[in-house]
């Protein structure tokens, strides 16, 4: 059975994500760090939808925890194989590179980029040996334009980007799709102190995006339908 793998699938954006795939007919590995509530909470949804979901505890950043963990659902799923992966878990440490430290630079990095990397590179095998698969980085706004306050985030999502277009063409002829997504303003935890009656008046459709809206577009990245896109980065972000 091909299953869908959503790390930060607790909350937010990734919550959404899993509730999307699982209407779409895949069971659902919902990958989260610390926030176990919030990841069961994601399993009730879709439970309570009819899906099937199962919770995957592990640090995206951690090579020891990803590959313990992977290894371990690998060996007790011998018939099944994650088919579907969404490298979307995140975090933002914001501060002007002049005043940032080591370790705001380091998290940022080990998360929005390693992560993707040791996620990405335990599950390629499975699908490049069945002969389809479908990665989908959740990158950002800020990896593209850059902004300022997050060099850390910035350069972290654009490493993202550029992987994303250089595995594509790896793993084409093997029916593996790898794309990229990048939202703009979209109402989660990770926005939730920022200030958006003024930061809307940026955005031309006037408001912060939905994390519904961002899971629609993942779920067509997702689809068969989408077979003949890949290496593409798509923004969502209300035409900023
Ligand atoms: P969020 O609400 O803060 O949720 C972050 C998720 O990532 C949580 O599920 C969290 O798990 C998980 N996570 C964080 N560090 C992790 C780690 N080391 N290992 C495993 N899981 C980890 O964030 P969001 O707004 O939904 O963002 C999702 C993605 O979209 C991120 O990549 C973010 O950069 C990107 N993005 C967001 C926006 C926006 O406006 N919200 C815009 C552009 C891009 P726990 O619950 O266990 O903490």
Known sequence: MKYALVTGGSRGIGRAICLKLSEMGYPVLINYQSNKEAAEETKRQIEVNGGKAELLAFNVSSIEDVDNVLSK?????????????????????????????????EDVINTNLNGFFYVTRRLLKDMITKRYGRIINI???????????????????????????????????????????????????????????????????????????VAELVGFLASDKAGYITGEVVSINGGM
């Open 139 to 213: 990158v950002s706004l800020s990896g593209l334009k850059g902004l300022p306050g997050q060099t850390n985030y910035s350069a972290a999502k654009a490493a993202v980007i550029g992987a994303t277009k250089a595995l594509a063409q790896e793993v084409s002829s093997r029916k593996i799709t790898v794309n990229a997504v990048a939202p703009g303003f979209i109402i989660t935890d990770m926005t939730k102190e920022l200030d958006e009656k003024t930061l809307k008046n940026l955005i031309p459709v006037r408001r912060f995006g939905q994390p519904e809206e």
């Open 73 to 105: 659902w690998m060996e007790n799923n011998p018939e099944d194989y994650i088919a579907i992966l969404i490298n979307n878990a995140g975090i933002r440490k914001d501060t002007m590179m002049v005043f940032m430290k080591n370790q705001q630079w």
